[in-house]
């Protein structure tokens, strides 16, 4: 799928003084291990509101969005008075925490997430001057997009599909998060993103791998889902990160790098933070971004996003390691 005549990078906005760049507090070329910095959407419920960078961007961004974006906004925005509730008195006794694991994916994917992982919450996964969740484990949800409306990219109809799924992994996070406070455990709902930082997180916990346009890769939906989060004490068994031949493809697939229109997609892994990874460039990549509501381009041209072509892509890509 290739987008049907995308706007070119011509912006109806500039900056009076240019922010500083958002790839330096993103930590390019940075050799130094440590928390990533919030730039450009960020709440700031964890640590107290900080000044954003890019924050007038952010508003730009948030002020011409379409109404029909901006009613699932509002509808997401209503739904997160119930990340967070009473527990029950009763605990349930967790005698295996492998068993309870399987039992908590299986209840996220029955509430409708298509993919569900556990991992721990460390560094990675928190911004510098946020305080930790106090949990110890994390649920990573991944919630599959419509693929016909996303076919639309960067158009308003894929926009609100995306805001649409935003909505709809809310909804499964706060219900499975309410499930394991009727066990009587403490849980909690992150389906926004944005006091956490979800993909490390989803990585650790084996939904998929990070791919050349910055965005998650799984082998069912290629990059056509979005995360959310539970956050719990709830005893549970770790899943583990995976290889599904992502690096194989991404290092000499020019698709998502050609149909950039601001051309932010980089052909090789960058120094980031002290880890080698695939990294988009955030100064040209955010302005098209804010100015498409959301763009959304390089995760549908993506060969994995194509259904039922992951699978088939990874075993491939795999056996030719071994060849």
Known sequence: MRPDNPPPPVYPFQYREQPRSGNEINGLNDPARKRATPVFHSTGRGGGRQPLAWEALDNFFNLVASPACMWQVVRTLWQRRGYAGPVADTQVTVDDPAVMSEQVKAKALELGAGLAGVSVIDDDALYDGYPAPPYRYAISLGIPMDREEMLHVPQQRAAVEVM???????????????????????????????????????????????????SMISK????????????????????????????????????????????????????????????????????????????????????????????????????????
Not at 165 to 180: D, F, Q, V
Request: hydrophobic residues 40%.
């Open 164 to 214: 649409r799924t935003y909505r709809r992994a809310g909804r499964i996070a706060i219900e499975l998060a309410a499930w394991i406070r009727s066990l009587g455990w403490p849980a909690q709902a992150y389906a926004d993103g944005e006091d956490v930082l979800q993909i490390p997180m989803a990585l650790k916990a084996g939904l998929g791998q990070l791919g050349k346009h910055g």
């Open 220 to 323: 069912k939906f290629g990059s056509n889902f979005r995360l959310a989060a539970v956050m719990t004490d709830l005893p549970l068994a770790l899943d583990a990160p995976v290889d599904i031949g992502v690096d194989d493809l991404c290092l000499n697939c020019q698709r998502c790098t050609k149909d950039c229109p601001p051309d932010a997609i980089l052909d090789t892994k960058q120094l980031v933070r002290g880890v080698e990874k695939w990294y988009v460039d955030f100064d040209r990549c955010i302005p098209y971004f804010s100015m498409t509501e959301g763009c959304g381009i390089c995760i549908e041209v993506c060969p994995w996003s194509e259904p039922g072509r992951g699978p088939r892509l990874s075993e491939k890509l795999l056996a030719k390691r071994s060849s």
